[in-house]
Every structure is written in structure tokens, then in C-alpha cells.
């Protein structure tokens, strides 16, 4: 294990998953990325995965959720922005899609997460998405 696999961690709180909900996203391809920049001083990055039942069955959502774990088990260490809490979600295709796909959907939707991060939600209506024109119902 190297040292920027050590400075991620799993989200474990039902809490934590519907803080990061408010936060800025990006869709790409067969997921969605949210990321919410953590108000501290830890360096930490953590990580969540869900996967709803519009992906299939239990077996179909594990599948989902095992991709997309190694994923960022890849690529989370290379550009994952510290102190900030990340949660993956997967989209209708995520099982089928091709594995350069995948990491290059994860990768695009991080550098934009990183390169466009809206100012901090501190009321009002909920923040707009990053690089998406269609609200979020």
C-alpha cells in the first residue's frame, strides 16, 4: 500500500453520503462524482460508492459498486484534491462499460470536479452542477 492509498479512507455514515449530496457534482459516462471539500485540516480523502436499484438486482449492484471501487482504488491516489470527501455513483451501463471508459470517466469528472468548483453552498437553492446545463431533480 503506498502513501496515497494510506490517506484514503471509506465513507461510512449515512450523514457524510447526504452532506456530499449537496455539493457540486459531475456526470460522465456511467457515473456521477460529488465532491464535497471538508472543512478541516486533514489531508484525508474519503470515498463512498452507491449504486440504486434502477442498476438491477443485488448481484448487478455489487458488480457496479466493485467497479467502481478498484477504479478509484486507481485513480484516486493520482488526483483526488485532499481533504475532500468524494462519493461515486453509478449510472445505468456502468457494468458494461468498458474498463478504459470507466477510468477515463472517473479521471474527466475528477479534473473538472477540481478545475470548476463552484464557491461554497451557504444557502439559497442547491448548488448547480459542474459542466451539466440540466438541473438535478
Known amino acids: 500500500m503506498t502513501d496515497a492509498q494510506r490517506l484514503i479512507r471509506k465513507?461510512?455514515?449515512?450523514?457524510?453520503?447526504?452532506?456530499?449530496a449537496k455539493?457540486?457534482?459531475?456526470?460522465?459516462?456511467?457515473i456521477v462524482v460529488q465532491a464535497r471539500p471538508?472543512?478541516?485540516?486533514?489531508?484525508?480523502?474519503?470515498?463512498?460508492?452507491?449504486?440504486?436499484?434502477r442498476i438491477?438486482?443485488?448481484?448487478q449492484r455489487n458488480r457496479a459498486?466493485?467497479?467502481?471501487r478498484e477504479a478509484a482504488r486507481q485513480i484516486l491516489p493520482l488526483m483526488a484534491t485532499p481533504g475532500t470527501d468524494y462519493v461515486i455513483i453509478?449510472?445505468?451501463?456502468?457494468?458494461?462499460r468498458d474498463?478504459?471508459?470507466?477510468?477515463?470517466?472517473?479521471?474527466?469528472a475528477l479534473l473538472r470536479l477540481?478545475?470548476?468548483?463552484?464557491?461554497?453552498?451557504?444557502?439559497?437553492?442547491?448548488?448547480?452542477?459542474?459542466?451539466n446545463s440540466r438541473p438535478r431533480s
Open 38 to 53: 471538508r472543512e478541516d485540516d486533514d489531508a484525508l480523502v474519503r470515498v463512498g460508492f452507491t449504486a440504486t436499484k
Open 65 to 68: 459498486k466493485r467497479r467502481m
Open 90 to 96: 453509478a449510472r445505468t451501463g456502468v457494468i458494461t
Open 56 to 59: 438491477g438486482g443485488a448481484v
Open 23 to 30: 455539493a457540486p457534482y459531475c456526470a460522465k459516462g456511467a
Open 99 to 108: 474498463w478504459t471508459r470507466l477510468l477515463d470517466d472517473v479521471k474527466s
Open 114 to 131: 477540481a478545475t470548476e468548483r463552484p464557491a461554497p453552498h451557504v444557502g439559497g437553492p442547491a448548488p448547480s452542477p459542474v459542466g
Open 11 to 20: 465513507l461510512t455514515k449515512r450523514s457524510e453520503f447526504l452532506a456530499c
